[in-house]
């Protein structure tokens, strides 16, 4: 079964939003700075990239990237 690119924005959007509350609880930063990190990251390319598949991972996994990303400055 294929997914519809509407199915597949709202599995982004759904995991982008996941993503965002991780970053607020765990590196502590407001919302606007969770968004900005979030969509200036590599991370989050990765996860707008369909072939990737990042975007049906589950939130941990695809957190695992951004996190080392934070720290190291790429994308595991």
């Known amino acids: 079964m294929r997914l519809k690119p509407e199915q597949i924005n709202i599995l982004q959007e759904e995991l982008c939003a996941e993503l965002v509350g991780i970053l607020m609880?765990?590196?502590h930063y407001s919302l606007q700075e969770s968004?900005?990190?979030l969509y200036n990251s590599d991370t989050f390319a990765l996860i707008?990239?369909?072939?990737?598949?990042l975007y049906y991972q589950s939130t941990g996994?695809?957190?695992t990237f951004l996190d080392?990303?934070?720290k190291t400055g790429k994308v595991a």
């Open 61 to 63: 996994y695809v957190y």
């Open 25 to 27: 609880d765990e590196w």
């Open 68 to 70: 080392e990303e934070l």
């Open 48 to 53: 707008q990239d369909v072939d990737t598949g």
């Open 35 to 37: 968004l900005s990190v």
